[in-house]
């Protein structure tokens, strides 16, 4: 399964490169915001540290705008991915997007429908947000399994992105599905590594260490 960070801050990037866990990175308007960065400048020191794909957001909301900035982002850097809502407009978009070779990250993806028609589109992600699903007492990793079946059972190519993570067991639960990515924030790539009993057996050993003869 791949780690993309979720996140508008290189400083965080470069750490969960440095981890070796860097697959891509996920961006979105609310993140790039934080940064207070002309976002353009942002996006390319963002795809400078990162190997894989870096997801950018359009903000147009009718087809031919979110084509003409997806074209525009796409040239910041090869490693770009253009993310698109998925509204009739963004299918639209999806599709001549794909055709020129830009890949695309279907962003908003609250249903299986929606991730179905993404599909056929041609998205190359499709980017279901689980975090914003269990807010509202819906099951956001049972979405993650309806679509991962139905991609199977057509062999849809698109990859399935787990998006809005909040926690390390949305990161279990797509692993055991076997979703083909993951994309949290920094927080919870560093709860992963969280275990008291790691914690308490290297305290002991430090703690024997310091009593042998040296
Ligand atoms: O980047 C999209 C998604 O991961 C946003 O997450 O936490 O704002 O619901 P969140």
């Known amino acids: 399964m791949k780690f993309f960070i979720d996140t508008g801050n ?3 990037i470069q750490a969960a490169k440095d981890m070796g866990v860097l697959d891509g990175v996920t961006t979105n308007p609310t993140l790039l915001a ?5 976002y353009k400048e942002l996006l390319a020191e963002i795809c400078r540290i990162t ?4 997801s950018a957001e359009v903000t147009a909301v009718d ?7 997806g074209k525009d982002l796409a040239k910041i850097a090869d490693n770009i991915v253009i993310k698109v809502p998925i509204i009739k407009d963004g299918v639209i978009a999806i599709k001549k997007l794909t055709s020129e070779g830009i ?3 279907v962003t908003l993806c609250f249903s299986s ?12 992600f499709i980017s279901p947000f689980v975090g914003r699903l ?3 007492s819906t099951s956001g990793m049972q979405l993650i399994e309806e679509i991962i079946t139905i991609y199977d059972n057509f062999g849809f190519e698109t990859e399935v992105l787990v998006a809005s993570v909040r926690h390390s067991m949305h990161v279990v639960e797509a692993a055991l599905m076997g979703a083909d990515i993951v994309t949290m924030p920094f927080n919870v790539i560093e709860k992963l590594l969280n275990h008291p009993l790691t914690d308490i057996g290297l305290k002991k050993f430090l703690d024997d260490w310091a009593k042998v003869k040296k």
Do not use: H
């Open 51 to 54: 190997d894989g794909p870096v």
């Open 34 to 38: 934080r940064e207070n960065k002309p």
């Open 113 to 124: 429908t929606q991730a179905l028609i993404a599909a056929k589109a041609g998205a190359t």
């Open 10 to 12: 290189p400083g965080e």
């Open 63 to 69: 087809a031919a705008g979110m084509f003409k900035q």
């Open 134 to 136: 269990d807010d509202i």
């Open 103 to 105: 890949k695309v990250n």
